[in-house]
């Protein structure tokens, strides 16, 4: 199990339309994740008008390989009267993936009909988030959106950076002319550089040290704090 880091860094987008992106994206990457067999736990998230992120815990490093029954043609249809494999029952085994020596018979309520067992195997879910990420983030429900130079994509405001991380692996996809990578940027004006995101758990932190609070509760806490000991000043 490891967790997912999605960050969007964008230009300021209205304060009012963060907190129901940050839902929608939550709740778009939780719903993506379990449709593809996709295991994963609670999702945080976190936000500023230049940063929007979810880190989703638990997330299983493969999809869930599934197995299920699919019938075929009738047991009559499917095998002549020395027993031999007919073309409908072989033309069945070649469009389900399966060598028709494995297919069985299973009795229904309507007859005998040739049966197979096909196995989908899990694919590594950073294979998966390559093409379930961008269609999440470009999802999001905005009030307002907008184009910006030639780009056939459209956002709240201009998309400056991705941030995408399974553990410490970057999840590799590129969105308009953005790749994803594990860069982030401080405070606007009092630390602009970019700083790296080494794995998900250091998210936080990191952006803490250069000058943005990205935890909204924390971020209102330390506010209030402020404007208190200012009036108290006076």
Not at 28 to 41: E, V
Not at 185 to 209: A, C, W
């Amino acid at each position: 199990m490891e967790k997912l880091l999605l960050e969007i860094g964008a230009e300021e987008i209205p304060a009012g339309y963060i907190a129901p992106a940050l839902k929608a994206l939550s709740t778009t990457l939780k719903n993506k994740l379990s449709a593809a067999r996709i295991a994963c736990g609670e999702a945080h998230v976190y936000g500023t008008p230049r940063h929007l992120a979810v880190v989703i815990h638990n997330v299983a490093t493969r999809q869930k390989t599934v197995t299920t029954e699919v019938l075929g043609p009738p047991q009559k249809v499917a095998y002549d009267g020395a027993g031999n494999p007919t073309v409908a029952v072989q033309k069945f085994a070649e469009k389900v993936g399966v060598d028709v020596r494995s297919l069985k018979v299973k009795k229904t309520e309507k007859g005998s009909y040739v049966c197979a067992k096909v196995v989908e195997r899990g694919l590594a879910t950073r294979t998966i988030l390559k093409q379930m990420l961008p269609e999440a983030i470009l999802s999001i429900p905005f009030p307002k959106t907008m184009k910006w130079g030639e780009l056939n994509i459209t956002f709240a405001r201009p998309i400056h950076s991705i941030l995408a991380l399974l553990g410490s692996q970057v999840v590799p996809f590129q969105l308009g002319n953005i790749k994803s990578g594990r860069t982030t940027f401080g405070h606007s004006f009092m630390q602009p550089s970019k700083i790296k995101i080494s794995e998900p758990e250091e998210y936080v932190d990191k952006l803490r040290s250069v000058q943005v609070v990205v935890d909204m509760a924390e971020r209102k806490q330390e506010t209030a704090r402020e404007i208190e000991a200012a009036a108290a000043s006076v």
